[in-house]
């Protein structure tokens, strides 16, 4: 049986993401395209390595490096698990016939209008939406809404770009200085709730892993530099099956994908439905995969990587009891210069992921799934894990660690 090859989309670092390690004694070789920020850290370990200096936004290098790949190194396999990815592995594929996630069913999980129209006329409730193209459209919307409502890119991720709008002033200075139609941006309802989301990955078109879990604070938080943490929900409370089928409802009016991990994010409001937010068929952003990880011993990017080369070694878990001491919480940086890390942490921190370093100059959070250090946390149940979310906050955030910078 001949070697396969796998092109592999990276906008992680090596230490979180070590495909080479990952793909070990399987037979299939990694080839490898990702950006100057994280090129060093691969090339000492994957041979076939590529570097795209403008790698977020240069879709067209990124189109003509992988035919240059292709050419001398065919590869049978494409993945990728980054949310700006997902379209381009799609489009790759679609050009070599490679088998895995079609241009169609990329776009239906990536542009939140489209996914919102798949779903429309089915009993998922959402809130009411339309496209934001003009200001008429946006106008012609807010006078049939109520305030608030809430304008988006279509094709974001990590929360960037959402405005909330209360009120009619808000618009007229939003429309004025804020808002961008080429950017194709979507209207909705705002939704009063709070949010969950549900994890997990399908193999073979069969669902194989699914995890609710809740957020402690919202997906906006990072706007006033506050964390945002994770918590598992129980398999024994009626949210869990409700948020569950929720989800296979959802996925199961998606076009059809082999194989693919996804992030679907649910509101669950003060009168109790379940109203759907948007779904991502990628793993979740921040520290969801390594909380996985520690609860579970299942590390659901290496197995979304096997599974899309084929590769059916790996052991699903089956819930247990004590996910529910784990949780997991990212934190961005303050505003200003960082001059110290923290020499300790709470000794109940299982894992922790620094993305940031002394002295660097920061200016607030930036987006959701980014963070200055992240940590997974054991605990005795729910109530103690959100407490050392609190505590894991006031130790970075603590005036010591940072240097207040000057406008002047």
């Avoid at 495909?19 to 060093?40: E, H, M």
Wanted: proline fraction near 4%; charged fraction near 25%; hydrophobic fraction near 35%.
């Amino acid at each position: 049986m001949k070697n396969k090859t796998v092109l592999i989309l990276a906008k992680t670092e090596y230490n979180r993401t070590p495909y080479d390690v990952w793909l070990q004694g399987t037979g299939v070789t990694p080839v490898l395209i990702t950006s100057s920020k994280f090129y060093d850290g691969y090339v000492s370990h994957i041979k076939h390595c590529y570097c795209l200096d403008d790698y977020d936004n240069d879709d067209d290098s990124l189109y003509k490096l992988s035919e240059k790949i292709y050419q001398t190194t065919p590869f049978d396999y494409v993945f990728c698990r980054a949310e700006v990815d997902v379209i381009r592995a799609a489009e790759i594929r679609s050009r070599y016939q490679i088998t895995g996630q079609v241009p169609e069913s990329a776009v239906c999980y990536r542009d939140k209008y489209l996914m919102k129209e798949q779903l429309s006329g089915s009993k998922i409730r959402m809130a009411r939406f339309h496209k934001a193209d003009s200001e008429e459209d946006i106008l012609s919307f807010s006078a049939d809404s109520r305030f608030p409502v809430v304008i988006k890119p279509r094709l974001a991720s990590g929360s960037a770009g959402v405005a909330v709008i209360k009120s009619r002033n808000e618009l007229n200075i939003y429309l004025k200085d804020s808002f961008n139609p080429a950017a194709g941006m979507l209207i909705e309802e705002y939704i009063d709730g709070e949010m969950y989301h549900v994890d997990g990955l399908v193999v073979g078109k069969e669902l194989k892993f699914i995890q609710p879990f809740k957020y402690i604070n919202d997906c906006l938080s990072y706007r006033k530099n506050l964390y945002i943490g994770n918590i598992p929900v129980g398999k024994d409370t009626c949210l869990y099956s409700r948020l569950t089928e929720t989800t296979r409802d959802i996925i199961s009016r998606m076009p059809v994908t082999e194989n693919f991990a996804f992030h679907c994010e649910l509101w669950v409001t003060k009168q109790d439905n379940i109203v759907f937010c948007e779904i991502a068929s990628r793993t979740g952003g921040g520290m969801i995969s390594f909380l996985i990880e520690a609860m579970s011993g299942f590390n659901i990017d290496r197995a979304w990587l096997l599974a899309e080369c084929h590769i059916n070694t790996v052991q699903y878990p089956v819930y247990q009891e004590y996910f529910l001491r784990f949780g997991c919480v990212c934190i961005p940086p303050a505003n200003g210069k960082l001059i110290s890390l923290p020499t300790e942490y709470p000794p109940e921190v299982r894992r922790t992921h620094l993305t940031g370093k002394v002295g660097e100059i920061y200016n607030g959070g930036e987006k959701s799934g980014l963070y200055l250090i992240g940590h997974v946390v054991e605990a005795d149940d729910p109530v103690s894990v959100r407490t050392l979310f609190s505590a894991c906050y006031e130790n970075i955030h603590h005036c010591r660690h940072w240097e207040s910078i000057s406008n002047d």
